[in-house]
C-alpha cells in the first residue's frame, strides 16, 4: 500500500509551471519539520469545479493564482475579511470538508511596505485586478490618504478607485498610461500588471524621467526578479521593492493559516534564498 505525506498542499491556476511556491513552502515545512508536500495543479477552466471539489476531500489547503482568484470563491464556506473587501481569493484551509478562504496578498504587500511609507502618503496603482485590489487595501491600512489608478480599461480602475473611497482614501482614476506629473507626486508606484513579467514582456508604460529619487516603486512581478520597472526606477535612485517579497510573505502569511506558525523574518530570509536558489 502507497502512502503519501500527512498534510497535501499545492497551487491552484493556469498557468503554474513557472511557480515558486513550492520552493518557498517546502522550505518552511523542511525547518517546521512538518511532513507534508505542496503541489502544482494546472487545472483548464471548465475542470476548476470539479478540482476544487476534490480538492475538499483531500487537501490540508491550497493557493489559487491567475485566473481563478475570483472564481474559487463561489466555493468558499467563509471568507476572510480581505476576501469580502477584495473579491480575490489566494489561500484556502480545508477543514473537515470546509472551505476557509482567505487573501495573503494584502499582508504581503503589507509586510513589504511597512518601514518605507509615511502617515498620508499617495499611492499610484498600474492595473486594477485582484493585485491591485490587495494593495489598495495594504495601502490604507498602512496611513494612504489617496490612491491613483491607471488601467488599460477605464471602467476597471473606476472600481478599484472606488474600492480606495469605500475604505476612506481619497481614489482617483487617470488615463493609460499615467502622465508623468501624476507618477511624480506619487510617494509610491505599484505595478499589479504581469508587464514585465517572463513570457509576457514589455514594461508598465512609466515616464523614466517623472520617476523621482526617494520614490517606492513596488512592482508585484517576481520573475524576473528585475524587472523592466525595477531597473528604472533604481536609475532615477528610487527605492525598490521586488515581487519576490510579496510572494515570500504572503506564502508566510498562509502557512501561519495553515500550520499555526508566525512569520518571522528568520522565515523569510530562509524562504527567500531557497527561491533565489530556484531563480538561479
Given amino acids: 500500500m502507497l502512502v503519501g505525506p500527512a498534510r497535501l498542499y499545492g497551487l491552484l491556476g493556469h498557468p503554474v509551471a513557472h511557480s515558486l511556491s513550492p520552493v518557498i513552502h517546502g522550505e518552511v515545512f523542511k525547518r517546521l519539520g512538518v511532513d507534508a508536500v505542496y503541489l502544482l495543479w494546472d487545472v483548464e477552466k471548465r475542470e476548476l469545479h470539479a478540482a476544487v471539489e476534490g480538492l475538499r476531500l483531500l487537501a490540508s489547503g491550497f493557493n489559487v493564482t491567475i485566473p481563478y482568484k475570483e472564481r474559487v470563491r463561489a466555493h468558499c464556506d467563509m471568507e476572510s475579511n480581505e476576501v469580502c473587501i477584495t473579491g480575490a481569493v489566494n489561500t484556502v484551509a480545508v477543514s473537515d470538508g470546509r472551505l476557509s478562504c482567505f487573501?495573503?496578498?494584502?499582508?504581503?504587500?503589507?509586510?513589504?511596505?511597512?518601514?518605507?511609507?509615511?502617515?498620508?502618503?499617495?499611492?499610484?496603482?498600474?492595473?486594477?485586478?485582484?493585485?491591485?485590489?490587495?494593495?489598495?487595501?495594504?495601502?490604507?491600512?498602512?496611513?494612504?490618504?489617496?490612491?491613483?489608478?491607471?488601467?488599460?480599461?477605464?471602467?476597471?480602475?473606476?472600481?478599484?478607485?472606488?474600492?480606495?473611497?469605500?475604505?476612506?482614501?481619497?481614489?482617483?482614476?487617470?488615463?493609460?498610461?499615467?502622465?508623468?506629473?501624476?507618477?511624480?507626486?506619487?510617494?509610491?508606484?505599484?505595478?499589479?500588471?504581469?508587464?514585465?513579467?517572463?513570457?509576457?514582456?514589455?514594461?508598465?508604460?512609466?515616464?523614466?524621467?517623472?520617476?523621482?529619487?526617494?520614490?517606492?516603486?513596488?512592482?508585484?512581478?517576481?520573475?524576473?526578479?528585475?524587472?523592466p520597472l525595477l531597473r528604472m526606477a533604481r536609475e532615477r535612485r528610487a527605492r525598490v521593492v521586488d515581487g519576490l517579497c510579496m510572494l515570500v510573505w504572503q506564502a508566510l502569511e498562509a502557512d501561519r493559516i495553515w500550520l499555526g506558525?508566525?512569520?518571522?523574518?528568520?522565515?523569510?530570509?530562509?524562504a527567500r534564498s531557497a527561491a533565489l536558489s530556484a531563480l538561479g
Fill in 103 to 227: 487573501n495573503t496578498d494584502v499582508y504581503g504587500v503589507e509586510r513589504c511596505l511597512e518601514p518605507l511609507v509615511h502617515e498620508g502618503f499617495t499611492m499610484l496603482v498600474l492595473g486594477a485586478g485582484g493585485a491591485a485590489k490587495a494593495a489598495i487595501l495594504a495601502a490604507v491600512r498602512l496611513g494612504a490618504k489617496r490612491v491613483i489608478v491607471s488601467n488599460r480599461t477605464r471602467s476597471r480602475a473606476v472600481l478599484a478607485a472606488a474600492l480606495a473611497e469605500m475604505l476612506g482614501a481619497r481614489g482617483e482614476v487617470v488615463d493609460w498610461p499615467p502622465p508623468p506629473e501624476r507618477i511624480a507626486e506619487a510617494d509610491v508606484i505599484f505595478n499589479a500588471t504581469p508587464l514585465g513579467m517572463e513570457g509576457v514582456g514589455g514594461a508598465p508604460p512609466v515616464d523614466r524621467d517623472a520617476i523621482t529619487p526617494g520614490q517606492v516603486v513596488f512592482d508585484a512581478v517576481y520573475k524576473p526578479l528585475e524587472t
Fill in 261 to 270: 506558525v508566525e512569520p518571522t523574518q528568520e522565515l523569510y530570509q530562509a
